[in-house]
């Protein structure tokens, strides 16, 4: 037979355990939701489980001479210099943005050639320097 004592300790453990299974279960779900992950153009083309109108993150370069703008959207083409993939964009643009430069737009899926942004994210290099601190630098010299 269990004492009171050995019935309370497994108890106790018990219900740590349960609720520690709870709380992980419930981080897994709610990131599991709100995590877009990155995918570059090609790996667009090559996966099925991507469906259409399904918000994804997606990085590559822009391509030269592929910017039109007009006064409601920005339509460009992203590119991994193998497959290319075809952006619309209505919203302000960050600074960075800008041909043969990195960006990340997030968005979603129209079908596998065709994205609508909700955002983009202009990357730089390590090398980066905002432009008022150039200005500050070269007139320091």
Known sequence: MLTKKIKTRLFFLLSVI????????????????NILYF????EIFIFDEIKSNSKIRVG????????QQNNKEIKF????????????????VPNLFSEERGAVVEGKLNDKSYLIADRILA?????YMPPEMKKILENAK
Do not use: C, Q
């Open 60 to 67: 590559g370069m822009v391509k030269k001479d592929s910017i």
């Open 39 to 42: 995918k570059t153009p090609s």
């Open 18 to 33: 349960f609720i520690t299974l709870l709380f992980l279960t419930f981080i897994y779900l709610s990131l599991k939701k």
């Open 77 to 92: 083409i992203l590119t991994d210099y193998k497959k290319e993939l075809i952006v619309v964009y209505n919203g302000a």
């Open 123 to 127: 990357k730089h290099d390590e090398n």
